[in-house]
């Protein structure tokens, strides 16, 4: 063992192990009563002194706390430390000492990393020597000693530290200084491996300025011994040519500084140039030349770097990609698919979810973006969206259930999607706004995929138009495609023109037109409109919602008078521009009693069907559909208000009013669709009821009781059969009402009533033509017979017979029949044979259940030419 003594100062080495890891001890009595040889202090020097009895003192003659001494020390490991101290008063939080054992700072009150003791710092019976770790500037204790130890009116002791080679830390006192150390307590901690100090602290008043001491110091151990090799951390892509390597610890600048031990696997290539990120050598810089091309996956290879002990790596290889992110515009990512009503589900999780989709060739990182609805707002995470990539955003706790489908971003505050309607916005990280959709559960395609468990999904991404026209009910077995190719898809061009669908005049001054898609807002400036009347001119401008014109009139529209409005140049958002549109603009009037009636009601469905009501106009005024009131009482209160903004009602026109006209037109395929409207009907019983038509001021126009005895009486069933009003100028009473008739599935909406008013004369029954030819030739193919009664209520049989009396086709058998109609035959017999040319006979054969009987026997010639 060699041992050199300098003075007060002992330096100790002692190779203990073949691997010449040395021990080291230090310890200082301050015998040589300087701060500077042979070891050197440093720090606050000018407030401390070695006094008369060769122990070191605090000494601030011109108070400044706090105040340090520190010497270098790497010991750590396996390690014993000793000192004496005294406090020459009461410890309180404004005067008390710490003792730093390790520390990566000379100054410590600096220390980021360090273990160290505090003696005090509280208040009398409290005050102790406790043990604490110090990781990332955040303190911790390890080791509370026992209260009161150091809360005398004078603390002197001598105190010991112990950490073993496992980390196991251990606190002594000797509080009578006769060598009988107490144990504090023990803790396990290994959160640090490296020191560079050990220093004196003292935080103090003025009068305690010189009432800190300490002696006897003692440290044994090791510092750390690194047999690890340096490895990489972490790689940080920092732009198309430059690459951020963290490595483990400090490393050897000849080996990290050689391009030579890095290289891109893809080509081989090697950085252009190395440098040293940061003083420390942890953190080095990469670039590149050619630069990284975006969105490609790399992987660079690094080996042969060594750290500051001469430890190698071994070869490791990192994946990154580069992204250059892009500016997005509007419609860059789309709001593709939402899923507002899981329940009941179809096959799909019992979770609400949207779904975007990134229509572009850019990448794009969704990090700070928000989503949300006018009522919450979330914010979405740091994620890269591919071009023409998925991601589904839902609540947070159900991202695991959609997991199997795609990418999933779980959102805190996700808005919760209202099952009617919701107005739903995406925007970027600056706010811009990249996507809305004012959904409506309207766009569903029928009443059963609206009930829930079936997505709503855009048929075309890339148009810039995003409303009901672009939306449909997901036909996916399982109720939606979330995160995939949309089940509707189709990216057809839109090359149609807008048109108006509907006019509202709010007041005489006040107009709106309604187009069936949004408008390019950008050309709105060279729109052009004219009304035909130099009494009238306007100011348009564009609505928030893009798809209607609002126009303050400089003049007043008179009621019931029309005026033409020309528009000149409208374009859609897809830039298709329409031929000028001329519109009838007419100032409605409000419908008195029985201007408005009733023509028809379904008020007892098929299964499959859905109740309706329809309105006939009797009058010569135009009325407006809107703000109509319906009910089942007398109880206006109760009555339902009819939304259908800008439908005028003019004069013979038939409106029908429904729940779901998409299953009312799946049950009668002949209608005319443009004269639905879907409308909460009130409740109509199946047995009897009553219906209640008011106007906008509510006054009652319209007041029909009806029961099912209304219906004809030999009919099976009175399911799906409506009642019809047989003349729309008498009164809304039983005997003006009949059931519609089979030949029309029994039921005319929106269509003339197969059943009318009865006509002076008698039974009509003849052919239009006696001699036919079904030879396909375009000439008097089909046999047409008509038919004409002078009331309704016929249920009717018709035959074809041959020249021997024998039937050969029956046309109808026990039918309910309008009150005039026409049948066809085309020659074909009951087996499915042409019948050969020659004389028939066609017998028609009706009954009224009150009595009467229509029997008719036409002959008439099948011709053809002879073989």
Sequence with gaps: MNTLKIGGFILLLSLICQDLTAQISISDNFNDSNLYAPI?????????????????????????????????????????WEFYIKLQFSPSSSNYAEVYLTSDQHDPSQAAEAYFLRIGGISGSSDDVSLYVRNANQNTELIDGIDGLAGGAIVEMKIRVRKDSNHLWELWIDENLNGNYISQGTAYDSSQSLSSYFSFWAKYTSS????????????SGFPFMDNEPIEIVDLEVIDSATLHLQLSELADPITALSSVNYRLLDNWQNPTKIDFETSDSSVLKLDFNPPFVSGQRNKLVVQGLKDRSGNQMLSDSLSFTYYSFNQPSFGDVRITELLA?????VALPEVEYVELLNTTSSYFNLQFWKFSDPSSEAELRDFVLAPNDYILLCEAEDSALLSGFGKVMGLENFPSLNNSEDHLFLRDSSGNLIDELNYKSSWHSDEIKRAGGWSLEMINPYLNCSGEENFSSSIDSRGGTAAAQNSVYNDDADTSAPFIIATELKASDHLILHFNEVLDSSQFHSYQFHFDTDDISANAMLKSDERSIEFNLNGSIDSGKVYLLECIGIYDCEGNMADTLIVEIILPFIPQLSEVIL???????????????????????VFSLDRLFIGNSVDTAEWEIVEASGVLFHPSELWVLTDDPSRLQMEYPNLRPNHLIEFDL??????????YLGNQKKQLIEHFHYNEDMHFQLLSSFDGVSLERLDPFSEAVADNFFSASEQVNFATPTLPNSQRSPKANNAVIGFRDKVFSPDNDGFQDLLFLDYEFEQ??????????DSKGRR???????????????????????????????IYLLTFEAFHPSGELVFKKLPFVLAGMLD
């Design 40 to 80: 050197r202090w440093s720090g606050d020097t000018n407030k401390f002194i070695v006094n008369s009895n060769l122990q070191l003192q605090l000494n601030d003659t011109n108070p400044s706390s706090p105040s340090f001494l520190t010497c270098s020390s790497t010991i750590i490991d396996n390690s014993l």
């Design 208 to 219: 305690r300025s010189d009432k800190f001491f300490w002696d006897d110091l003692f440290i």
């Design 341 to 345: 009503d899981p329940i009941p589900s």
């Design 599 to 621: 023509n028809e009601i379904l008020f007892n469905p098929r299964s499959s069907g859905v109740d309706f009501v329809e309105l006939y106009n009797r009058s010569d005024k």
């Design 682 to 691: 009130p409740s109509f019983p199946n047995e009897e009821g009553q219906f």
């Design 792 to 801: 309704p209520g016929f249920v009717g049989t018709i035959e074809v017979l």
């Design 808 to 838: 050969i086709k029956k046309l109808l058998n026990n039918e309910l029949l309008s009150i005039e109609g026409t049948f066809l035959w085309d020659g074909i017999d009951d087996s499915g044979s042409n019948a050969p040319i020659g």
